[in-house]
């Protein structure tokens, strides 16, 4: 009799492990969506974690969304509430219960328009829209302004207040437009080509351009998210400053911008000098200044005070060729009466040698010649004294020549004023005043006008 098969073991699983695989393949194929729907049963407990589900019309899921993610969001969670999820699937082993793991959440509204804004980004940024190295430089001291923003919002109050208190000479042109609503991107791009019209034609001059408004939602704020601004920005020749909002709030216009201001009032900040730290700067410079002419003033003065000290009076100068002049002449009398003396004993020696010879002819002979070299003697002796008195008087012509006083008999004056400083410099003189002028024969006074 054959024998029968034998049965397979059946693979049995426990409620734990069913839940755990089926959580693992949900996790596995969803790892993250997005989730639009209307919150219901919202449950917050005391450890932070929320418990609620997003509804439709025809179905429900159950979600929660853990206290690290809720503490991020920027909006008040509301049971009734439509809003976009973005969520993990997965599975609560415990019960068995499909969900949803939100990692983040917004309003429905304002999910649209961030979906809007990425996707925009991403396509100005691919283009090359906001590469930092076609950024304009943004000038230190613009002198005009061209602010393209509401006439009548909080953002133009505030920018001319600061300017106005920072550096009241910039110029500011005010470029009227709407900043919300349908029309407010057309108008904010024609503004921007405008004013770079204007200057480019000449008729107006911009150092830069301010575009701008207050603070205000995601939805008040769109008009610098559309495209149209961005290019007009782009395409600027002038640089671009952004100043949109708050300083947490981002638009396509401050990734274009050539510079991102936080505020409307900081962009004024940013553009303008402070007025009261230049003055400053210019009065520290002013002391400098001074400081720096005195001390050449006074290393002047000094080097005047040593030049007058090596200045010698023309008295005193004349004094000393006086002096010369008497030693020359006491050295050529002297040198005549030692010549002398020397002629003298010559005779007085000739003399006894004369006495000491008999023969009656030695002595006519010695009598002649004695008398031949006498008027030798005589005549050496005349010729000697020309030649001293020659050199005498070419020396009294050459002190003559080179004294004051010699000077005055050619026409010239010596001026000085009451103090018997001489006077060379016109520029010296002032009206009024007495002066003393001296001429080769006699003196003058007057009086300067």
């Not at 589900?53 to 993610?69: E, G, H, I, P, T």
């Not at 993990?88 to 304002?110: C, F, N, T, W």
């Not at 613009?142 to 602010?147: G, H, L, Q, T």
Request: charged letters at 25%.
């Amino acid at each position: 009799m054959p024998s029968s098969p034998t049965p397979k073991k059946r693979e049995t699983l426990s409620v734990s492990q069913l839940n755990r695989q089926a959580k693992r393949l949900l996790e596995g194929n969803f790892p993250s969506v997005w989730v639009e729907g209307e919150i219901s049963n919202l449950s917050r407990p005391s450890s932070g974690h929320w418990y609620f589900s997003l509804k439709d019309n025809s179905a429900q899921v159950r979600c929660a969304m853990f206290r690290s993610s809720n503490a991020r969001l920027r909006f008040q969670a509301e049971a009734g509430q439509q809003v976009m999820a973005r969520a993990k699937l997965s599975l609560y082993e415990a019960r068995g219960d499909y969900q949803l793991i939100v990692e983040h959440m917004e309003p429905a509204g304002d999910g649209a328009l961030a979906r809007a804004f990425e996707e925009l980004k991403n396509k100005l940024q691919a283009e090359g829209l906001f590469d930092s190295d076609i950024k304009q430089a943004i000038p230190d001291h613009p002198k005009s302004i061209a602010v393209v923003t509401s006439a009548t919002g909080a953002a133009i109050r505030d920018i001319l207040t600061v300017l106005a208190r920072r550096f009241p000479s910039i110029k500011v042109s005010i470029f009227p437009t709407a900043v919300q609503g349908q029309n407010a991107a057309p108008e904010i791009a024609r503004a921007i080509n405008t004013a770079n019209a204007l200057h480019k034609s000449g008729k107006r001059e911009f150092d830069v351009i301010l575009a701008g408004r207050g603070g205000g939602s995601m939805e008040d704020l769109w008009a610098f998210n559309e495209e149209i601004v961005a290019r007009a920005i782009y395409q600027s020749d002038l640089p671009v400053i952004s100043a949109v909002g708050h300083e947490v709030d981002f638009t396509i216009a401050d990734f274009v911008a050539d510079l991102r201001a936080p505020t409307p009032s900081a962009a004024a900040e940013l553009i303008s000098p402070d007025g009261q730290e230049m003055m400053a700067s210019f009065m520290g410079f002013e002391q400098l200044l001074t400081r720096q002419m005195l001390l050449t003033l006074e290393t002047n003065k000094q080097q005047l005070s040593f030049l007058q000290s090596r200045l010698r009076h023309p008295g005193s100068r004349l004094q000393e060729h006086s002096q010369r002049l008497d030693e020359l002449e006491m050295r050529l009398m002297n040198g005549w009466k030692n010549q002398s003396q020397k002629q003298q004993l010559g005779l007085q020696v000739l003399a006894s040698r004369l006495q000491q010879q008999t023969p009656d002819h030695k002595i006519k002979q010695l009598k002649l010649s004695s008398a031949g070299l006498y008027q030798r003697l005589e005549k050496q002796v005349q010729r000697l004294l020309e030649q001293q008195q020659l050199r005498l008087k070419n020396a009294m012509q050459l002190l003559d020549a080179v004294s004051p006083l010699a000077t005055l008999d050619r026409g010239y004056a010596i001026v000085s004023d009451d103090e018997g400083q001489v006077i060379t410099d016109a520029e010296e003189l002032s009206s009024g005043q007495t002066i003393n002028t001296r001429f080769a024969k006699g003196s003058i006074k007057s009086r300067v006008n």
